[in-house]
Nanobody, 121 residues
Framework: QVQLVESGGGLVQAGGSLRLSCAASGRTFINYAMGWFRQAPGKEREFVASVSWSGRNTDYSDSVKGRFTISRDTAKNTVYLQMNSLKPEDTAVYYC??????????????WGQGTQVTVSS
């Protein structure tokens, strides 16, 4: 059974940092892109960042570019999201996703259960 398990969410003040982790298990993830999405109350799920299987290619939404960094440990089947300079508008449930190929989308095959990130002003 494939599982993506997120951890690392919590409450932080504006300007602070958090590091999210997503541990994948249940199959080999060779040639799977992995990434992060988020969903705030009353809003649609939106793309945050993605990383290719090799880790060499990354992509970010404009809203987090320069503040967030995605990375991947293929040996551990784990992807990370380092979030710095957090803003109240970053408050959301953050979801990990995995999808075969080069990109992750809202139609990705595998999803985690989500972890809450709350940024206070």
């Amino acid at each position: 059974q494939v599982q993506l398990v997120e951890s690392g969410g919590g409450l932080v003040q504006a300007g602070g940092s958090l590091r999210l982790s997503c541990a994948a298990s249940g199959r080999t993830f060779i040639n799977y892109a992995m990434g992060w999405f988020r969903q705030a109350p009353g809003k649609e799920r939106e793309f945050v960042a993605s990383v290719s299987w090799s880790g060499r290619n990354t992509d970010y939404s404009d809203s987090v570019k320069g503040r967030f960094t995605i990375s991947r440990d293929t040996a551990k089947n784990t992807v990370y999201l380092q979030m710095n300079s957090l803003k109240p508008e970053d408050t959301a449930v953050y979801y990990c996703a995995a999808n075969y190929g080069l990109v992750v989308t809202t139609g990705s095959r595998y999803w985690g259960q989500g972890t809450q990130v709350t940024v206070s002003s």
